[in-house]
């Protein structure tokens, strides 16, 4: 039987646009959950600007009424635009294709228009030719120190091979090292709970400011004391070489994926071949997903009693080769289960088994 029966139904503007993307002042350093935030899924890459994207995948810190946007403005170069939540290059964005014949996506650049927050989007068939292709998006921006007990997030953004922003919830620090050609050190201090072991959830984004095809991914991940210790490996699709590249990774413990919490009240996390506080549920706690393999290079991760209202999902790619793992398409509700379809390809676009860090969120 099909995945798809299974599962039932799983179914110049840009220099306009960008050239204002300037810092406007931050919001205040108490902040204890994310300070701004949205997140979309691009159905139709098709679409003309500013198209409203659909309200089941979107949510944000923007007040009710205005919706998130987007449009193609090249072949597989879309923007998605935030309302009423820009803050300049800052913060963080991940993106995610949803694809099943291997496209895969990258950032190009956020920034702020006006009031808004723009995300810009490149995405590729497999080799690195731009295609057309639906994903997920998330970007958000965060400040100040959480308390002891109420989980933590951090992320760091890298370009030209030195760390260019980044956040902990902890205080502490978020270092990078450009150890190897296309390989990077990232240690986000003080973030896991308990000390050594591995906990909390990490993805990473690909990002090339001239649009060119990179991809990035998790290399390994580990735990050092209360660090969270992410080797970063980034690739060049065209020969799976690796690369140096620009990228955002964050990590995200008993929180959702965009930072906040409380609400949301409905978020999880899956990291395969890990277990323990890798697998974890709010709030159904450690170990509460589960997942399976549907095929060569295809699996489904079960989120049980998270889908609620508008929903967002991320996945990344774990191991030393030019692997990679997309969104098979559009996750599935069966009453308040979540069921996310997870497909990983070769560098060549064919199907692969590989591991894998999946993440998923509710608004509420």
Same mark, same amino acid.
């Given at each position: 039987?099909?995945?798809?029966?299974?599962?039932?139904?799983?179914?110049?503007?840009?220099?306009?646009?960008?050239?204002?993307?300037?810092?406007?002042?931050?919001?205040?350093?108490?902040?204890?959950?994310?300070?701004?935030?949205?997140?979309?899924?691009?159905?139709?890459?098709?679409?003309?600007?500013?198209?409203?994207?659909?309200?089941?995948?979107?949510?944000?810190?923007?007040?009710?009424?205005?919706?998130?946007?987007?449009?193609?403005?090249?072949?597989?170069?879309?923007?998605? #635009?935030?309302?009423?939540?820009?803050? *300049?290059s800052? @913060?963080?964005?991940? /993106?995610?294709? %949803? =694809?099943?014949?291997?496209? $895969?996506?990258?950032?190009?650049?956020?920034?702020?228009?006006?009031?808004?927050?723009?995300?810009?989007?490149?995405?590729?068939?497999?080799?690195?030719?731009?295609?057309?292709?639906?994903?997920?998006?998330?970007?958000?921006?965060?400040?100040?120190?959480?308390?002891?007990?109420?989980?933590?997030?951090?992320?760091?953004?890298?370009?030209?091979?030195?760390?260019?922003?980044?956040?902990?919830?902890?205080?502490?620090?978020?270092?990078?090292?450009?150890?190897?050609?296309?390989?990077?050190?990232?240690?986000?201090?003080?973030?896991?709970?308990?000390?050594?072991?591995l906990?909390?959830?990490?993805?990473?984004?690909?990002?090339?400011?001239?649009?060119q095809?990179? #991809?990035c991914?998790i290399?390994?991940? *580990?735990?050092? @004391?209360?660090?969270? /210790?992410?080797? %970063? =490996?980034?690739h060049?699709? $065209?020969?799976?070489?690796?690369?140096?590249?620009?990228?955002?990774?964050?990590?995200?413990?008993?929180?959702?994926?965009?930072?906040?919490?409380?609400?949301?009240?409905?978020?999880?996390?899956?990291?395969?071949?890990?277990?323990?506080?890798?697998?974890?549920?709010?709030?159904?706690?450690?170990?509460?997903?589960?997942?399976?393999?549907?095929?060569?290079?295809?699996?489904?991760?079960k989120?049980?009693?998270?889908?609620?209202?508008?929903?967002?999902?991320?996945?990344?790619?774990?191991?030393?080769?030019?692997?990679?793992?997309?969104?098979?398409?559009?996750?599935?509700?069966?009453?308040?289960?979540?069921?996310?379809?997870?497909?990983?390809?070769?560098?060549?676009?064919?199907?692969?088994?590989?591991?894998?860090?999946?993440?998923f969120?509710?608004?509420?």
């Open positions: 039987m099909s995945l798809r029966l299974r599962l039932r139904h799983l179914a110049a503007v840009l220099a306009v646009v960008l050239a204002a993307a300037l810092s406007i002042t931050g919001a205040p350093a108490t902040a204890a959950t994310a300070d701004r935030f949205g997140f979309a899924y691009v159905d139709d890459p098709t679409v003309p600007l500013w198209t409203p994207l659909p309200a089941a995948y979107q949510f944000g810190s923007w007040a009710p009424g205005p919706m998130a946007t987007g449009g193609k403005v090249a072949p597989g170069r879309f923007l998605v #635009r935030f309302p009423a939540i820009g803050l *300049g800052r @913060g963080n964005a991940h /993106v995610t294709a %949803v =694809a099943k014949d291997g496209r $895969f996506c990258e950032l190009v650049r956020w920034g702020s228009s006006g009031a808004d927050e723009i995300v810009d989007v490149q995405c590729f068939r497999p080799g690195g030719t731009p295609a057309d292709t639906p994903f997920t998006v998330l970007w958000t921006v965060s400040s100040g120190i959480l308390p002891a007990g109420v989980g933590a997030y951090a992320s760091a953004q890298v370009l030209s091979n030195v760390l260019a922003q980044s956040y902990n919830s902890t205080g502490a620090p978020v270092t990078v090292a450009n150890v190897a050609v296309g390989i990077y050190d990232v240690r986000f201090r003080a973030v896991g709970a308990p000390p050594g072991v906990s909390g959830n990490v993805q990473v984004t690909a990002q090339q400011p001239n649009a095809p990179r #991809r991914k290399l390994r991940w *580990g735990a050092a @004391g209360l660090d969270a /210790v992410v080797y %970063v =490996a980034c060049d699709p $065209f020969t799976g070489a690796r690369m140096n590249s620009d990228f955002t990774v964050s990590f995200h413990r008993e929180r959702s994926v965009y930072a906040s919490f409380g609400p949301p009240k409905h978020f999880g996390y899956l990291a395969t071949p890990f277990a323990g506080p890798t697998n974890y549920s709010y709030p159904l706690g450690v170990g509460a997903n589960g997942f399976g393999p549907t095929g060569p290079g295809t699996f489904v991760v989120f049980p009693a998270l889908h609620e209202k508008s929903t967002t999902a991320q996945v990344t790619a774990i191991g030393d080769d030019p692997s990679y793992c997309t969104i098979q398409e559009l996750w599935a509700q069966f009453g308040s289960d979540a069921v996310l379809p997870v497909a990983c390809f070769s560098n060549a676009g064919r199907p692969q088994d590989a591991p894998f860090s999946s993440t969120s509710s608004s509420v």
